[in-house]
């Protein structure tokens, strides 16, 4: 098995699937998912797996470079499936919740039609389009919200170690209320896939998130909460924090697929229970 990135996401998939698979972790330095002569790495690994967890994910710098966006989320999707199907390797795509508009007001379903609102959504979901439209065995995996132990390498941690940070420096933390989303462990997610693929369920796309939802202002308040740390924490409206660009209203994700599958994955505010003692805040 390879896994492309050892970011905050693949890294924990690393840890997760090593017990059960012989794994090669790639990072950007070993391949450049948007170059496919550099893909061609894998040609000579010949994994029977591929989990291909490269991404520009900075949202809004990716509404000031399409190009690059493309050349990564989209182009490397193609390239790695170009790869995966020339090798015979099972190829796992890392998607996100970005993929819908957020106009429902329940959690989607992989049965719902995206329709994503800002550069880095649809290149994603041109990912997709790619993966699933070249690799004959594959799996789509959206996440959601992610926050592990590794940080993400790209944005400089993760949304609760912010909080943590600037409640400890006395900042006023102003949250966006009113954009719902899914929060999710990457330790959880990782283990979720690694299930997905020993019980060999069938290949298409399935949800990985931590069971429920919640706004952004109620994940902090949560962090708070459960560490008991006093913090100076006030509820806005995304029209208030406005960003470049176009964030979902709700993309909170369903995972009743998995469930009736037999993955079950627990409550986000269990999750981050887990992973505020883990990172040693409690």
């Not at 649809?122 to 926050?147: D, P, Q």
């Not at 609760?160 to 954009?179: F, P, W």
Request: glycine share 8%.
């Amino acid at each position: 098995m390879v896994v492309i990135g050892v970011g905050q996401l693949g890294s924990d998939i690393v840890k997760s699937f090593e017990e059960e698979y012989e794994v090669i972790p790639l990072a950007h330095s070993d391949i450049e998912v948007s170059d496919y002569k550099s893909c061609e790495v894998l040609k000579g690994l010949k994994p029977d797996v591929v989990i291909n967890t490269a991404a520009y994910h900075k949202t809004d710098e990716c509404e000031d470079f399409p190009e690059k966006t493309f050349s990564v989320n989209a182009l490397g999707a193609r390239n790695i499936a170009k790869v995966c199907e020339e090798v015979g390797a099972v190829n796992i795509y890392i998607s996100t919740d970005y993929v819908f508009d957020g106009e429902k007001d329940v959690p989607y379903s992989e049965s719902d039609v995206p329709n994503p609102v800002n550069v880095y959504g649809v290149s994603k979901y041109a990912g997709e389009i790619f993966t699933r439209n070249i690799s004959s065995r594959y799996y789509i995996f959206r996440v959601s919200s992610l926050f592990g132990v590794a940080g993400a390498r790209g944005k400089g941690g993760n949304f609760v170690e912010t909080m943590i940070k600037n409640a400890k420096n006395g900042v006023e933390l102003k949250v966006v209320d009113d954009i719902v989303m899914s929060p999710t462990y990457t330790k959880d997610a990782s283990m979720a896939m690694l299930k997905v693929l020993e019980n060999e369920l069938d290949y298409g796309t399935y949800h990985i998130s931590n069971n429920g939802y919640c706004s952004w202002y109620e994940f902090a308040k949560a962090i708070f909460e459960i560490t008991g740390m006093d913090a100076s924490l006030k509820p806005i409206t995304s029209d208030e924090y406005p960003t470049k660009a176009r964030r979902p209203r709700n993309s909170s994700l369903s995972v009743e697929k998995l469930r009736k599958m037999g993955v079950e994955i627990r409550h986000w505010k269990s999750a981050l229970r887990s992973y505020l003692e883990e990172k040693g805040h409690i």
